[in-house]
């Protein structure tokens, strides 16, 4: 069944002037101003929207919603928030809880117009051992592309880690885990609607062992690996202090400058890291919002796509955020972008790219992220209706510049997954209250 998306306001695609035709989940055909080369048997009317390829988020914990804006976090740099929250989540994260923040973020991301999720989950308390399964659930109610990051954190008190005791698995049941979650969900064919990374949670807090053990897994299993990497001086600091070297320096020894890892943040690179990371083929995920929160600093995101690394976007956790707006991010990638680079040198298309086909590299897939033929049928549709977008001239840095943050109409693989900014498949009033009523006990008897 070919159907014709016609004649929006605008496209973010060349040569789609009259929209574009989708049929059996792909786009099969951009429209020019002659019309389609074939009948189509439905039309949708998209003369009030505005046609971006969906997003792609490459970096979050979704587990963060329910400590949004915590009194005991707010207004703190990256490790005393750390130390700050972690025996807050400890103490309080049951699966239901995490069902609900897990509910919450992909219907925030899924209503920002994001098609593509990914969550960084590494804390493991005991009744959440099948947190990845939980996950996975979720995603497919709301009929989303996911790639489940199986995370951990392994580094006890005792030996200078800062993650709370309670939430560390052991190596065994760990690397078992991922094991499982490899060949259960890890499907890497094309129109994928679930694959699976490893992703050890960050250089402090994490065993040697365990980094290099998941990176000789994830060559056997052909999946990629994620970690945070760059983000903070106090990183710097702590890497100078215990491996006696810089981040980055850390990593090769680790086996993990190799073109399967995406790196979220990616501050405080220097030149010679920059060339590094672009010759191994890395890839980096920007998250401005968070890094404006933590002031942690600026993702150098045109050196890095220079250099050849594959840049993407995020919008990590959502107690650093304090949303999970992937759209609001690309705005904020924009502004924080322009205060290094100038006016001139960083455009809403640039933010725009990291969002799509960036974030889909540092994934690694190349089946989604664009609006072209034989790609998945992954469409953001957003109008112009609200007063901020009123004199609004050109229609696509309009939702960039004037703050789009809420999509109209979603699809995914060719199905309809947000009608009229409502999403399919979940109540929001009831998700909001019942949401709202878990991250009580994370404020209380904290
Ligand atoms: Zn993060």
């Given at each position: 069944m070919r159907l014709w998306l016609k004649d929006p306001i605008a496209v973010l695609a060349d040569g789609a002037e009259r929209g574009l035709v989708v049929a059996d989940g792909r786009i099969v055909e951009l429209v020019?101003?002659?019309?389609?080369a074939t009948a189509c048997d439905t039309v949708f009317d998209a003369g009030r929207h505005v046609v971006i390829p969906g997003l792609v988020n490459t970096h979050h914990h979704f587990f963060q919603t329910l400590t949004r804006a915590h009194p005991k976090a707010i207004n703190k740099e990256l490790f005393p928030w750390l130390k700050a929250l972690y025996p807050i989540w400890a103490r309080h994260l049951d699966r239901n809880g995490f069902r609900l923040g897990v509910r919450l973020a992909l219907t925030e991301l899924l209503l920002s117009g994001c098609t593509t999720a990914s969550d960084h989950h590494y804390i493991y308390p005991p009744g959440l051992e099948d947190a990845m399964d939980v996950e996975d659930d979720e995603a497919r109610t709301l009929g989303m592309r996911m790639t489940l990051t199986r995370g951990a954190v392994n580094l006890r008190a005792k030996d200078g880690?800062?993650?709370?005791?309670?939430?560390i698995q052991d190596d065994d049941v760990l690397l078992a885990d991922c094991e499982r979650v490899l060949g259960r969900y890890h499907d890497p064919s094309e129109g994928s609607y679930r694959q699976v990374a490893l992703a050890p949670c960050a250089p402090f807090n994490v065993s040697k062992t365990i980094m290099v053990e998941t990176a000789r897994l994830a060559e056997r299993h052909g999946c990629r690996l994620h970690t945070h990497l760059g983000e903070t001086k106090d990183e710097d600091d702590y890497c100078l202090h215990h491996?006696?070297?810089r981040p980055v320096d850390y990593l090769e020894q680790l086996g993990?400058?190799?073109?399967r890892v995406w790196l979220a943040h990616g501050v405080h690179f220097n030149d010679a890291e920059v060339a590094r990371l672009g010759r191994h083929r890395l890839g980096v995920c920007h998250c401005p919002t968070s890094n404006m929160v933590l002031a942690s600093g600026m993702c150098r995101t045109k050196e890095l796509e220079a250099a050849g690394v594959a840049v993407g976007l995020g919008v990590d956790g959502s107690a650093s955020n304090d949303n999970s707006n992937l759209m609001e991010g690309v705005r904020h990638a924009l502004m924080l972008s322009r205060l290094t680079y100038g006016a001139a040198n960083v455009t809403h298309l640039d933010a725009l790219r990291w969002a799509t086909e960036g974030s889909a590299r540092c994934l690694g897939r190349d089946d989604i992220g664009a609006i072209a033929v034989g790609k998945q049928a992954d469409l953001a549709l957003f109008t112009l209706d609200e007063l901020r977008f009123s004199g609004a001239g050109d229609p696509i840095a309009g939702l960039v510049l004037c703050g789009a943050h809420r999509a109209d109409r979603v699809m995914i693989g060719g199905a309809w997954r947000v009608v009229d900014g409502t999403p399919l498949g979940v109540d929001v009033a009831r998700l909001r209250h019942e949401h709202g009523e878990a991250a009580k006990r994370f404020l209380h008897n904290c």
């Amino acid at each position: 069944m070919r159907l014709w998306l016609k004649d929006p306001i605008a496209v973010l695609a060349d040569g789609a002037e009259r929209g574009l035709v989708v049929a059996d989940g792909r786009i099969v055909e951009l429209v020019g101003t002659k019309g389609p080369a074939t009948a189509c048997d439905t039309v949708f009317d998209a003369g009030r929207h505005v046609v971006i390829p969906g997003l792609v988020n490459t970096h979050h914990h979704f587990f963060q919603t329910l400590t949004r804006a915590h009194p005991k976090a707010i207004n703190k740099e990256l490790f005393p928030w750390l130390k700050a929250l972690y025996p807050i989540w400890a103490r309080h994260l049951d699966r239901n809880g995490f069902r609900l923040g897990v509910r919450l973020a992909l219907t925030e991301l899924l209503l920002s117009g994001c098609t593509t999720a990914s969550d960084h989950h590494y804390i493991y308390p005991p009744g959440l051992e099948d947190a990845m399964d939980v996950e996975d659930d979720e995603a497919r109610t709301l009929g989303m592309r996911m790639t489940l990051t199986r995370g951990a954190v392994n580094l006890r008190a005792k030996d200078g880690g800062i993650a709370d005791d309670s939430v560390i698995q052991d190596d065994d049941v760990l690397l078992a885990d991922c094991e499982r979650v490899l060949g259960r969900y890890h499907d890497p064919s094309e129109g994928s609607y679930r694959q699976v990374a490893l992703a050890p949670c960050a250089p402090f807090n994490v065993s040697k062992t365990i980094m290099v053990e998941t990176a000789r897994l994830a060559e056997r299993h052909g999946c990629r690996l994620h970690t945070h990497l760059g983000e903070t001086k106090d990183e710097d600091d702590y890497c100078l202090h215990h491996f006696g070297c810089r981040p980055v320096d850390y990593l090769e020894q680790l086996g993990w400058l190799q073109d399967r890892v995406w790196l979220a943040h990616g501050v405080h690179f220097n030149d010679a890291e920059v060339a590094r990371l672009g010759r191994h083929r890395l890839g980096v995920c920007h998250c401005p919002t968070s890094n404006m929160v933590l002031a942690s600093g600026m993702c150098r995101t045109k050196e890095l796509e220079a250099a050849g690394v594959a840049v993407g976007l995020g919008v990590d956790g959502s107690a650093s955020n304090d949303n999970s707006n992937l759209m609001e991010g690309v705005r904020h990638a924009l502004m924080l972008s322009r205060l290094t680079y100038g006016a001139a040198n960083v455009t809403h298309l640039d933010a725009l790219r990291w969002a799509t086909e960036g974030s889909a590299r540092c994934l690694g897939r190349d089946d989604i992220g664009a609006i072209a033929v034989g790609k998945q049928a992954d469409l953001a549709l957003f109008t112009l209706d609200e007063l901020r977008f009123s004199g609004a001239g050109d229609p696509i840095a309009g939702l960039v510049l004037c703050g789009a943050h809420r999509a109209d109409r979603v699809m995914i693989g060719g199905a309809w997954r947000v009608v009229d900014g409502t999403p399919l498949g979940v109540d929001v009033a009831r998700l909001r209250h019942e949401h709202g009523e878990a991250a009580k006990r994370f404020l209380h008897n904290c």
